[in-house]
């Protein structure tokens, strides 16, 4: 049974930055046709698509974020995970990691539990 589990520190300080970890089980990250994405839904808004990372290493970014966002991943513990640098309290919101299994399309069939981000001073 495959399954995704956000991590991360939950209060975050302006101007820092924010690492969160996407632990798989079930599915090896590295399995031919997985893409493997984070997004996020701030309180009030919709879903937003931050980033996305292939089974084979390749990255994609939002171009409102990319030059903010960063994602790799451990396959040797089958995590990837998202680091968005210089927060503002604009980034609160809970925060997804998500499977795509027909790219980059922005249609998934596993999703976290997700994961609250609160940037505050």
């Known amino acids: 049974q495959v399954q995704l589990q956000e991590s991360g520190p939950g209060l975050v300080k302006p101007s820092q930055t924010v690492s969160l970890t996407c632990t798989v089980s079930?599915?090896?990250?590295?399995?031919?046709?997985?893409?493997w994405n984070w997004a996020r839904q701030p309180p009030g808004k919709g879903l937003e698509w931050m980033g996305a990372?292939?089974?084979?290493?390749?990255?994609w970014y939002s171009p409102s974020l990319q030059s903010r966002t960063s994602i790799s991943r451990d396959t040797s513990t089958n995590q990837f995970t998202l680091r968005l640098s210089s927060v503002t309290p604009e980034d609160t919101a809970v925060y997804y990691c998500?499977?795509?299994?027909?790219?980059?399309?922005?249609?998934?069939?596993?999703w976290g539990q997700g994961t609250q981000v609160t940037v505050s001073s």
């Open positions: 079930g599915v090896s990250i590295t399995t031919n046709g997985y893409y």
């Open positions: 990372i292939g089974y084979g290493g390749s990255t």
């Open positions: 998500a499977r795509d299994s027909r790219g980059v399309t922005g249609t998934y069939d596993y």
